[in-house]
């Protein structure tokens, strides 16, 4: 068979642009150590590698989403230390304000250094992420959450958390007034008021005796001194009981339905104290703002004195104990921020590692494919180069 000139020439070509294209091929793989560059170079094995690169976007995305909260819960839990730290130096100076031997100017000197507390509490209140979020603003507020109006320190943010965008529930803010504005009144069950005291007596916050009768109702105890005789009576919601004309005596504790309270010094006909069920309306501002109030009373009689700084203790122990478990819902979310944190890179090695697996590149069988392809182009460069050179005239002598 007898094949032109011509004919070998474009067979040279053609051997020599396929041994070219197989080349490239391997020299792009070795470049980018990836197996699957296109779609076309393995159709089934890139549409693995996109799934998994899908999937370890939305990780990314989670990931961004689990940081915010982090840095976020972060901050709020320092934000609450520094609370906790401000209230504990208010209760150390309402604990010195008990002093019988204080002066009136000794106690207004205390009233000012709790208006200093307060003022240090509203500011880490409204304190804010750095980006303009306010921690405690609830479900979003572009204001100060917290407002110092007229009658006292109000929440103008919204009840609520913002929750960041990702697979998991973790929270950007947190309910500032759940934290700052709800703690329960009293001793958490119930609360102890003098109504009316016109003697030398005071009443503590109370204690619950027997969880199991507890009613939930306000009882009132009655005072009556005849002959210098005192006896008490108590009403419930308003009700005679049959505790009436029952005789007292200083420092008696005072026991029914399962709550019970002392009762120190001596009743003067008509002084009553109520026992009434807790609130959760309590806030730690308006709490600061009563014992400044009545440190800033003047000629008040030691009985007075001790009821109001102990009602006053009591109602912050309890804004303490409530910002306390706000801190600990923190604690616990900032825990599963690190449980999160360590799954999300589970899922991004093993998005990574099945991306890998379908477009990844065997060097050594790579590099020991490029060299067969490099001989064989080298073996088709020449092939080439001997063709151009023949011609009929080669041999016309």
Not at 132 to 156: I, K, N
Not at 204 to 227: C, K, M
Not at 304 to 315: F, G, Y
Request: glycine fraction near 8%; hydrophobic fraction near 40%; charged fraction near 20%.
């Amino acid at each position: 068979m007898r094949i032109s000139t011509a004919n070998a020439y474009d067979l040279s070509v053609d051997v020599l642009a396929k041994r070219q294209i197989d080349l490239a091929r391997v020299q792009e793989q070795l470049s980018t150590t990836k197996r699957v560059n296109r779609a076309s170079d393995d159709p089934a094995a890139a549409a693995r590698a996109e799934r998994a690169l899908a999937a370890e976007m939305r990780v990314d995305a989670n990931q961004r989403a689990v940081d915010a909260s982090a840095n976020a819960m972060t901050l709020t839990e320092s934000a609450m230390g520094d609370a906790n730290d401000l209230l504990q130096q208010a209760r150390d100076a309402l604990v010195k304000a008990g002093n019988a031997s204080f002066s009136d100017a000794e106690r207004k000197g205390i009233a000012d250094e709790l208006a200093g507390l307060r003022k240090q509490l509203l500011a880490v209140a409204n304190r804010t992420d750095g980006a303009g979020t306010y921690l405690f603003g609830g479900q979003g507020s572009d204001q100060p959450p917290f407002v110092d109006a007229a009658g006292g320190v109000e929440y103008r943010g919204t009840s609520g958390e913002v929750q960041a965008v990702s697979g998991e529930t973790l929270p950007l803010t947190v309910d500032g007034e759940n934290a700052w504005m709800r703690a329960r009144s009293g001793n958490g069950v119930f609360e102890t008021v003098a109504v009316t005291s016109g003697g030398t007596a005071w009443v503590d916050s109370g204690r619950v005796t027997n969880p199991a009768l507890v009613t939930g109702s306000t009882y009132s105890i009655q005072f009556d001194v005849t002959a210098g005789v005192t006896t008490y009576s108590i009403l419930q919601d308003g009700n005679p009981t049959a505790v009436a004309g029952a005789p007292f005596k200083p420092g008696q504790t005072i026991e029914i339905d399962g709550i019970a309270a002392n009762i120190t010094g001596s009743p003067a006909t008509g002084d009553t104290f109520e026992l009434r069920p807790s609130e959760a309306d309590q806030s730690m501002f308006d709490v600061i703002d009563r014992a400044i109030a009545d440190l800033n009373t003047p000629m008040r009689t030691a009985a007075q004195i001790a009821q109001s700084n102990s009602s006053n203790i009591r109602a912050l122990d309890g804004s303490m104990s409530q910002l306390a478990a706000s801190r600990s819902k923190v604690g616990e979310t900032l825990n599963r921020i690190d449980s999160v944190t360590g799954r999300l890179e589970d899922s991004r090695l093993a998005s990574q590692t099945e991306r890998a697996a379908a477009e990844g590149l065997d060097m050594v069988k790579a590099i020991s494919e490029f060299q067969n392809k490099q001989t064989g182009y080298d073996a088709a460069l020449k092939s080439y180069a001997m063709v151009q050179k023949l011609s009929l005239f080669n041999y016309v002598s």
